[in-house]
Structure formats: C-alpha cells, structure tokens
C-alpha cells in the first residue's frame, strides 16, 4: 500500500484512484480484508453488545434546519395487524454513515472522478448499497477524548471548536494502551452528542450548533487516517472534524459560501471521502461504549455496520454495534 506522501504523485494528487481501481466503489472499506475480520471477531470475549445508532428521531430539531422532522405512521387492516411507514426520513438525519457520493472535490469532482453532472438523482454509482452488499466488519478502536483531557486535567467542553490532530490521536491511543493493525475502525468520542441531547429542544435552537470537537483540517490528519489503513472514522458530533473550520490546509481559492446549505470549504470532507475515498460515519452513539472500555480498560472490540440497502443512497442510518 502506498504511503499518503507517495501518493502525492498520484492523479489527482494525494488521491486513492489508482489504488483501488478506477471502477472502484468501496474506498477505504477495501482494507477490511477477510483476514482482518477474522483476527477482529476473536475480539469478542463475553459477549457484552453495545449499540451504536442513536433513535432516528434523537436529532429533532436538525441543528443545520435542512432536515424535517419524521413522521411514524402506524395503521392496521384488521384488529390483529399493524403495519407502518415514514415520510420526511432524512437518511442522515442522526447517527449515519456517509456514502462515497455525498461529497465531492470542487476541483476533481467526486470520488473516482464522477462528475457533478453525472451525480444526478438518477444515478446509482457510488451509493450506499455498495457498503450494504459488502458488508462492513472489524476491529473498532475507541479513542475516548473528554476522558484523556480529564486524566490530564485539562479543562474541555465538548460544546466549543477543539481541533484534534494527529500528535493527540498518537497521545490517547497511547495513554489507551491502544496499538493499530491496519484496516481499523476508529471511534471517536467527544461528547458532542451527549452534551447536545441533553437540551431541551429550545436550548437546541438557541446555542450555536457549530461548535464542535473533531479532526484537525491539516494534511497530517490525513496522512495518519491513511497510513494507518483507517477502514471508517465515525464520530459522536455532526461532521467527524471540528467545526467551524478555523485553520485549514484544505481552503481552495475562490471558494464562496453556497446560497444554501453547510459550507464545506476547508473542511476535511472533501479529500477524505473525494480523494481517499474513506468511509466516515457522524453522530454515533459512544457513551455507553467509552464507559465499559474505560471500566475493564479494554478499548479495543468487534463492530459491524449494515446500512440500508437503497441504491443510489445518499447516506444510512449505520445499523452499528459493538462487541467485547
């Protein structure tokens, strides 16, 4: 596997087109290799299950207000029967998982070099249901941030913008005893979702929603993702990085905000799932996860995610859990 900095001769630069083949459509998820996922599965000691979806619902009201609440309707044909549907089911409107066709690169378009035009709603190229054929499976890794500050004493509010580079992934795994092997998935906790789902739904319209703990926006948080065969990065906030972008090594020139919707200028969004290709789920539910990994000090397990089969998806509730 090349390194990041070898795939600065890359076309695109700094991309992972050539990697896995140009009619690629997994990224990253090709690093959970059957090997990998059975070394992973032997991880699984007592048994003890940790789901990692939050209800679909959790996240009303949506902090961007792009995202209508759902509606749940149950009827039935007779007096034994129930059945149900939903409307305004925003697919990434909780804990989610991002397909390869969510986000592109303004410059080289998105991932495998689909053009924004050829990204139409009637496309399926690069969809979710790639990942929900193959499956994803492995070794989960937690990284749990609000704990490693606390065993510092080091003041931390999972309500304000903290930038989390590479060195500070080096530091928690370290003070985690936690080693990688390659094709890992990376949990990592800041407490964004637990400090925001305890307002009440008036507090959540009224504090600024972007303001968030995440990955750093420098290429050295990519260059440690990929060099370490990161198979997915999922987070408990809303974009896996820090928002807002502060500092950023990812600004390109003549970027205006968009007349609606996130900007996304700088944001780590655009060469991890444009240009690597990597799996990155948002929202995920850790607390409960992080509180046994930090009782019996073990923060490595075997997760599972299958999202929904929707051709063409956009993104998926991840359907994730965790084993120990």
Not at 42 to 70: C, Q
Not at 193 to 220: F, H, M, N, V
Request: hydrophobic fraction near 40%; include cysteine; glycine fraction near 8%.
């Amino acid at each position: 596997m090349p390194t990041y900095d070898e795939l600065a001769s890359a076309e695109p630069p700094q991309s992972s087109w050539n990697v896995f083949g140009r009619d690629d459509q997994l990224g990253t998820i090709n690093f959970l290799t059957p090997e990998r996922i059975a070394s992973a599965a032997r991880l699984i000691r007592s048994g003890r299950r940790f789901g990692l979806d939050h209800p679909v619902t959790a996240f009303e009201p949506y902090p961007t207000g792009t995202r209508r609440p759902l509606q749940h309707s149950v009827f039935s044909n007779n007096t034994w029967h129930r059945d149900d549907w939903v409307d305004s089911f925003y697919l990434q409107s909780s804990s989610q998982i991002d397909a390869l066709r969510h986000i592109g690169h303004p410059e080289y378009g998105f991932y495998n070099g689909l053009s924004a035009e050829e990204n139409s709603g009637d496309s399926v190229r690069l969809g979710i249901h790639n990942w929900a054929a193959s499956g994803i499976a492995g070794r989960g890794v937690l990284l749990d941030v609000p704990r490693f500050f606390a065993k510092r004493s080091l003041s931390y509010d999972a309500s304000s913008t903290i930038a989390i580079g590479a060195d500070l992934l080096d530091e928690i795994a370290e003070s985690q005893n936690v080693s990688w092997q390659g094709g890992d998935i990376l949990l990592l906790r800041t407490a964004w979702a637990e400090d925001y789902l305890a307002k009440t739904p008036e507090r959540r319209l009224s504090d600024p929603w972007r303001q968030s703990p995440g990955l750093a926006q420098r290429e050295s948080t990519l260059r440690w993702l990929w060099d370490h065969e990161i198979a997915l990065v999922a987070a408990d906030n809303l974009a896996v990085e820090a928002d807002p972008v502060i500092d950023s090594d990812f600004r390109t020139p003549g970027d205006s905000p968009p007349a609606i919707g996130v900007d996304h200028s700088g944001m780590l969004h655009r060469p991890l799932i444009a240009l690597l290709g990597m799996a990155l789920g948002e929202l995920w539910k850790l607390d409960e996860l992080a509180e046994d990994c930090a009782a019996d000090g073990v923060y490595e397990c075997f997760v599972t995610c299958k999202p929904l089969n929707i051709p063409g998806g956009v993104g998926s509730p991840p359907n994730a859990m965790a084993f120990k």
